[in-house]
């Protein structure tokens, strides 16, 4: 049987979500799991949610080509390492594309998970249903991922750390974020950094909000209570929520004036808001702008949505699988790596 599927990982500071792709960027099937932690249990995590997944779906293996990886961090893409992850802690220098290939006994690539969401958005997303050449992709979760498609072509880099605006500052002197940078506009746009935004706000003010009536013992309030208490009209909420938005534009401005792209497209768990996150950043992004011509870039909301990472990642694998996986790839591997959970839950998909 001809080998015509992709399995695409996406592993997120929060979720791993893991799909079988067909070469037209169509999911056949996926799923979703908590992270865990560390990357022993993470690796036997995968293996065995890919195992089942295939099962489930009645797809055998000798129907996938090739497995990709989208993981937030700095990568050797080449080398298939993870070199460090500052949103997965203890993720350094860990072979990653080699322990996956030897479990699964398939070639494995990988790629940051802000270029591969941009790659499958420019793909089946904003690149499929509008004739562009060139879009930046902004992924707004755990921290803030990017990806920018030049020509119809994923920019990379020198080594592989190209269209980084997470990481770019955008308050001198700010705060400090898990790269180690102070004032990346990661800190003041991530999803997360909206938690302790509010919380911070909560603390420091005696002013009535809604948002003191949720419980906090559980992450709370996450974006989400956010958005939700912003759009009912608490002025705390809506405070924390334009905020946000305006340095949400600030990193679209400068993407704007870099890359001179056709569209800016947001991706990631905060794109659940939807319109209430695109006119807020629209609104800034206008004010913003320099005032030498209007903007050219549209700023519009993800199309492929939550499936953006693991999409790219499995179509970045199949173009890259003649080069760089074949050369790292075997098929004299004896015996599949056996990876332990560490005792950790697997039923769980």
Known sequence: MVSDLRIGIDLGGTNLKIGIVDLYGNVIHKTSVPTGCGPDFVVGSIVATVNTLMKR????????????????????????????????????????????????????????????????????????TSPIRNMVMLTLGTGVGSGIIL???????????AGEFGHSIVKLGGELCGCGQKGCLEVYAAASRVHNRALRALE???????LRSIDFRHGAPTSSDVVAHALSGDPLAMQIWDETCRYIAVGCVNAAH??????????????????????????????????VELPRADIRITEAGNDAGLIGAALLAGEVSSVTMVN??????????????????????
């Open 57 to 128: 779906a009645g797809v055998g293996m000798n129907q996938i080509a090739t497995v990709g990886i989208a993981l937030p961090g700095l990568l050797s893409t080449r080398k298939g390492v993870v070199i460090r992850c500052a949103n997965l802690p203890g993720w350094d220098g860990v072979p990653l594309c080699d322990l996956i290939s030897k479990a699964l006994r398939k070639p494995v690539a990988m790629e940051n998970d802000g270029r591969a969401a941009a790659f499958g958005e420019y793909r089946v997303g904003a690149g499929r």
């Open 151 to 161: 020509d119809g072509r994923l920019v990379q880099g020198h080594a592989g750390r």
């Open 204 to 210: 420091n003010s005696s002013a009535e909000s809604s």
């Open 258 to 291: 870099l890359t001179d792209p056709e569209v800016i497209v947001l991706g990631g768990g905060m794109a659940a808001a939807g319109d209430f996150l695109l006119r807020g950043v629209t609104r800034h992004f206008r004010e913003q702008y320099w005032n």
């Open 328 to 349: 790292q790839f075997t098929e004299n591997i004896k015996a599949p790596v056996v990876v332990s959970l560490n005792g950790c839950p697997t039923e769980n998909l």
